[in-house]
Antibody
Framework: QVQLVQSGAEVKKPGASVKVSCKASGYTFTGYFMHWVRQAPGQGLEWMGWINPRNGGTNYAQKFQGRVTMTRDASINTAYMELRSLIYDDTATYYC????????????????WGQGTLVTVSS | SYELTQPPSVSVSPGQTARITCSGDALPKQYAYWYQQKPGQAPVVVIYKTTERPSGVPERFSGSSSGTTVMLTISGVQADDEADYYCQSADSSGTYVVFGGGTKLTVL
């Protein structure tokens, strides 16, 4: 079955960086865009951007441009999201999710989602 | 930046119909998707391409659209439907994905 398994929880100090991994299985990794979405405690979903695993192309939400980098290693079916210069407000659960049903100019929906990775920014 | 607007909360009694709206200027041009999220769990899609229901999602879930507003309707609400619901769409160019702020559905 299609599955996304993320790396474990992280605790980081302000100013540090965090890199979260997302290992895909059960489908052709290079055939679907991978998105990253975060959710602060008790808050809503916030889209961060996507990576095209076929060629490494990326598109980031304006809020995160300059601070986030999404990469992939297609040889091991794994996507990564690195967020730099962490602040307290970056404390959140970070999800990866596969996009399905979309086309150029009309994004699709997200299915499935990883289990989430809690990143805590604390001094 | 582009935004989608949802009511923060909706409350209904079991067996009644819940209606959750999502408004945004680009909705006439872009599909809308709806997710259900229960505490401690990742979101799960319940409506895709504005009106389509994935296999495995109960028939009481439906989606509709009128102008710049889309709606998730849950008919015959059950206690198990209590959750947060999020709409998802994109700006008019399809460049940026956006989520609504979420609606907490309470089953009284």
């Amino acid at each position: 079955q299609v599955q996304l398994v993320q790396s474990g929880a992280e605790v980081k100090k302000p100013g540090a960086s965090v890199k979260v991994s997302c290992k895909a299985s059960g489908y052709t990794f290079t055939g679907y865009f991978m998105h990253w979405v975060r959710q602060a405690p008790g808050q809503g979903l916030e889209w961060m951007g996507w990576i095209n695993p076929r060629n490494g192309g990326t598109n980031y939400a304006q809020k995160f441009q300059g601070r986030v980098t999404m990469t992939r290693d297609a040889s091991i079916n794994t996507a990564y999201m690195e967020l730099r210069s962490l602040i307290y407000d970056d404390t959140a659960t970070y999800y990866c999710s596969r996009e399905v049903g979309g086309s150029s100019g009309w994004p699709g929906w997200f299915d499935p989602w990883g289990q989430g990775t809690l990143v805590t920014v604390s001094s | 930046s582009y935004e989608l607007t949802q009511p923060p909360s909706v409350s209904v009694s079991p067996g009644q119909t819940a209606r959750i709206t999502c408004s945004g200027d680009a909705l006439p041009k872009q599909y809308a998707y709806w997710y259900q999220q229960k505490p401690g769990q990742a979101p799960v899609v319940v409506i895709y391409k504005t009106t389509e229901r994935p296999s495995g999602v109960p028939e009481r879930f439906s989606g509709s659209s009128s102008g710049t507003t889309v709606m998730l309707t849950i008919s015959g609400v059950q206690a198990d439907d209590e959750a947060d619901y999020y709409c998802q769409s994109a700006d008019s160019s399809g460049t940026y994905v956006v989520f609504g702020g979420g609606t907490k559905l309470t089953v009284l």
